[in-house]
């Protein structure tokens, strides 16, 4: 009996001796790596406190840091570091970790060129190891064996590499905060509140969670959701990128442009699903926006955009098949400037990468393995839409005498369907400056720019804009003028052919600049004298042929040279001189308008011509002599014989429409308008479908095209200097006043 209490003390006190063993040595441990750490790893190290539970076998350290070579500035460091493990699962060959959490790490990694801040760590392992080279040799080729096959490696299981099941259990990683400092190129990226969160990893069939955290300092936070199958290799990722600030990048553009500021932000939602072993073979899908962009170059001026945002429905490298549901751009602004040296801001803002590399090509390409003969995959590549709003460009031409500035607003694009391999139609509108607009119809397919269809209609152009290269060309100064222009342009393999009307009104210039030497002699006043018509009209023709690769080929050259050789030919011709019988232009000096009073217009055109819009411009001058004058632009026409003539026009139309094409042009326009009546064809066509066409409905339609001629005519009218809501009306005579033999819009004059 004595004996037995005996040996329960023994035990007793072996187990006090083992608790209190377990308890003193891990600060035992502690005292002697932090007093040891400058011979262990070259670096001064902290420790607060090491404790371990017998009870729950967990394992926590307080306070940890590694400093840096001065022995002051910490380099890694953490709060708090706690593991867990149930020693009773390893007699189940089972290794259970029900908890490794670490509060509070900070690293902060530096590096200039090749060094880091912990090379001279990793230069004294490297020292060390030197001891027993021919084990590290050994063990290193054991690695690289091991890590040949990226599937091998990946799919490791612990089950068979050790004997032992792993089941680590609830990682946590809080409120880390991680720095890396570029000190050659001036960059810093601090991420804020990182935090990673693992409930469970699993090596067998079944699905790892993984979730990590993020902010960073200089704006924008990060968010990655993981699930990874150990066995299958299968996985998925979702990734969340908010208002991220572009200006992180700044130290990096250096190496690709010139420019003096840089800012913005991305957003980014994506999913990536696929399979470690084909990565290239993923499906990604999501949104990317950029906001607020603005790159300011070193010039001062500023390239940017408001909101640029691509919805992507799929995108697989493997399968060279990208899908996207959207590109939507929103307040874009750029400038092109060029300069007399033949450069533009384009390539000063792009000299970095254009300079020439430092090994020329001849020995790249000797350098390049013989590649295989394998046939690419097709691209196939959609863009479901394509919208671009409120974009501005402006141009700068400092190449004339005179610099020229131009700027377009109100840019929209607009497309659907947008294949790479297949025509596709893309749409472009534009203002100019003092009402004029631009209208342009693309079809197309992207692979082949060489064949293509366009259509450009560009109207009220305001022609004293461009008195800078009519100066430099002629030297003569354009002082008025509006010009409307229509192309239509069809390129089959590079080769164009290209239908072009110029129709000018109210063209003046000022007097000839002796001190200039234009590349152009051609006078100027006289030619456009005789060109003018007696309602100071001019209109014309210029076909344009050739291959757009031939290096002599330029569009806007030909049509330059044969507005020239017109004027030339014109004020050669004596007749002409004799004959001329074109209006003074005299405008308006008071409140008789006489003759001015009076628009003539074609009750059956939808819109305006350059003429048109000009001598309404004219008559608004007054306005800003006098706030006290209200104009009232009144049209008038005569309804009975306009159906009769509309009635025509849309016979005429329908069946132009059934031997050429659906969509009309102006160019078409003028094709109908040539249609004889007594055309064989038209007549039989005429004879088997006027009963279709209902009377009061026709009345209808031309009383609605009326309305929208007034309303096309009051929005140009209102751009123009001292025209107000209120001094400028634009309407339509009573229907009982529709009689009149001549179809106008008549000024009346009024006293506010």
Not at 87 to 111: A, D, F, H, M, N
Not at 353 to 378: F, G, L, R
Not at 600 to 614: G, K, T, V
Request: hydrophobic share 40%; proline share 4%; charged share 25%.
């Amino acid at each position: 009996m004595k004996k037995r209490y005996i040996a329960l003390i023994v035990l007793a006190v072996l187990c006090i001796l083992l608790v209190v063993a377990l308890k003193v040595g891990p600060n035992i441990a502690k005292n002697y790596i932090v007093d040891h750490s400058e011979e262990l790893i070259g670096r001064k190290m902290k420790i607060e406190n090491v404790d371990f539970s017998p009870f729950s076998f967990t394992v926590t350290v307080d306070d940890f840091a590694i400093y840096e070579s001065d022995g002051t500035t910490p380099f890694v460091a953490f709060e708090k570091f706690r593991i867990n493990v149930n020693p009773t699962r390893l007699v189940k060959k089972e290794i259970s970790v029900s908890e490794i959490y670490l509060k509070g790490l900070y690293t902060r990694v530096t590096q200039k060129g090749d060094q880091f801040n912990f090379s001279d760590i990793l230069d004294k392992f490297a020292a060390d190891s030197t001891a027993d080279s021919t084990a590290a040799n050994a063990k290193a080729a054991s690695v690289q064996a091991q890590a040949a096959d990226t599937t091998q490696a990946l799919n490791l299981d612990p089950n068979e590499m050790i004997g032992f099941s792993v089941a680590p259990e609830n990682i946590t990683l809080e409120k880390g905060n991680i720095i890396y400092e570029d000190l050659k190129v001036g960059s810093k990226i601090h991420l804020e509140d990182f935090s990673v969160a693992i409930p469970a990893v699993y090596f067998s069939n079944k699905n790892t969670d993984i979730g990590v955290n993020l902010k960073f300092a200089n704006g924008g936070d990060l968010g990655v959701k993981v699930q990874f199958n150990m066995k299958t290799q299968d996985f998925g990722v979702n990734v969340t990128l908010n208002k991220l600030a572009l200006a992180i990048a700044k130290p990096y553009l250096k190496d690709f442009i010139n420019y003096k500021d840089f800012e913005g932000s991305l957003g980014v939602n994506l999913n990536v699903a696929g399979n470690v072993n084909q990565i290239l073979a993923s499906n990604v899908s999501g949104t990317v926006a950029v906001d607020g962009i603005k790159l300011t170059e070193t010039s001062g001026k500023v390239i940017g955009v408001s909101h640029v945002g691509v919805g992507i429905a799929k995108a697989n490298l493997d399968q060279m098949d990208f899908r996207v549901d959207s590109v939507i751009v929103d307040g874009a602004s750029a400038h092109l400037d060029l300069f007399k040296d033949g450069k533009t801001n384009i390539d000063v803002l792009l000299e970095p990468i254009m300079k020439p590399a430092k090994n020329s090509a001849s020995d790249s390409v000797a350098a390049e393995e013989p590649k295989s003969n394998e046939k690419s995959k097709p691209l196939k590549a959609v863009v479901n839409r394509l919208a671009v709003v409120n974009t501005t460009v402006t141009a700068t031409d400092h190449t004339p005498k005179q610099p020229f500035n131009y700027k377009v607003s109100n840019i929209a694009v607009n497309g659907s369907n947008i294949n790479f391999n297949t025509p596709c139609a893309i749409n472009v509108t534009a203002a100019f400056p003092e009402g004029g607009s631009l209208s342009l119809k693309y079809k197309g397919a992207l692979s082949d720019i060489s064949t293509m269809d366009a259509y450009i209609s560009v109207k009220n152009l305001a022609l004293k804009h461009f008195s800078p290269y009519s100066h430099h060309y002629t030297g003569y100064p354009i002082s008025s003028g509006t010009m409307a222009f229509a192309s239509e342009n069809k390129m089959s393999g590079w080769n164009i052919e290209s239908k072009n009307t110029i129709d000018i009104y109210n063209i003046d210039v000022g007097d000839k600049d002796s001190e200039t030497d234009p590349e152009y002699t051609v006078p100027m006043k006289v030619g456009l004298y005789i060109l003018k018509d007696k309602n100071d009209k001019i209109q014309f023709d210029v076909p344009v042929k050739g291959n757009v690769k031939d290096p002599e080929f330029s569009y806007l050259k030909i049509v330059w040279k044969t507005v020239m050789n017109l004027l030339v030919k014109v004020a050669l011709s004596p007749f002409k001189v004799v004959g001329n019988v074109a209006a003074t232009g005299a405008g308006i000096v008071g409140l008789d308008l006489g003759k001015n009073d009076e628009i003539r217009i074609d009750p059956l055109a939808s819109s305006f011509s350059s003429e048109q819009y000009a001598k309404a411009q004219k008559m608004t001058e007054a306005l800003a002599k006098d706030s006290k004058l209200k104009l009232n632009f009144v049209q008038s026409f005569n309804l009975k014989r306009t159906v009769d003539a509309y009635k025509t026009r849309k016979l005429k139309t329908e069946f132009y429409k059934a031997q050429n094409k659906t969509t009309l042009n102006e160019l078409d326009e003028k094709a109908i308008q040539a249609i004889a009546d007594k055309d064989s064809a038209y007549a039989a066509y005429a004879d088997a479908h006027a009963k279709e066409l209902d009377r009061k409905t026709l009345e209808k339609e031309i009383l609605d095209m009326a309305e929208a001629r007034n309303q096309e005519l009051l929005k140009t009218l209102q751009q123009q200097p001292g025209v107000t809501k209120k001094n400028v009306t634009v309407t339509t005579a009573p229907r009982s006043a529709l009689t009149p033999k001549k179809a106008m819009y008549k000024v009346q004059i009024d006293v506010q």
